[in-house]
């Protein structure tokens, strides 16, 4: 496996560039920073109404939860905060691929226990910040990890490169 602090591939920081220009990447920043928006509105609002009414059990998961929930969401929008700083030129495509910018430990992205007698909301907002997690975790292991590993080139931008030669591109 290749040292992910080394300079990346060609192939890899062209990936990398790609994405970070992609409507893929728009929409996955934009949904994160809503994401992190709305939350930090409902903890600091409606949330910490609600978990005033629960029992003492119910109170603990409520902060537990909320812990866990304030943590995933914000390794998902330093990651994403990487990813814009590629795209804007701010940062080289081999200084992402550097293991402190990568998607922090998965044990985040899980319930730490039953989430029953919690806030509706609450429920509502972990759930989607899990499948949000789960997606850009995927994207972090296919351009950074997954591809850290690959010795040639990367294999669409070698057909690619092979039609744009056939075809005079």
């Known amino acids: 496996m290749s040292d992910l602090n080394a300079p990346s591939t060609p192939w890899r920081a062209e990936v990398i560039q790609d994405f970070a220009r992609s409507e893929l990447f728009q929409r996955t920043f934009q949904e994160g920073m809503d994401l992190v928006e709305e939350t930090a509105g409902y903890l600091d609002g409606a949330g910490r109404q609600a978990s005033k009414l629960l029992s003492r059990n119910a109170a603990l998961a409520y902060a537990a939860e909320s812990m866990r929930l304030t943590t995933r969401l914000m390794q998902v929008a330093s990651w994403l905060l990487v990813q814009r700083a590629v795209r804007e030129g701010d940062m080289p495509p081999h200084a992402a691929c ?4 990568r998607l922090g430990g998965a044990e985040v992205s899980r319930h730490a226990g039953d989430t029953e007698g919690l806030p509706a909301e609450l429920n509502t907002l972990l759930d989607r910040s899990e499948r949000l997690y789960e997606r850009v975790r995927h ?20 057909q690619h490169d092979r039609l744009k030669t056939a075809f005079g591109g």
Do not use: F, N, Q, T
């Not at 550097?98 to 910018?101: A, G, P």
């Not at 994207?139 to 070698?158: K, N, Q």
């Open 98 to 101: 550097e293991e402190r910018y």
């Open 139 to 158: 994207l972090d292991r296919r351009m950074y990890i997954e591809g850290a590993a690959d010795e040639g080139p990367h294999p669409v931008l070698s």
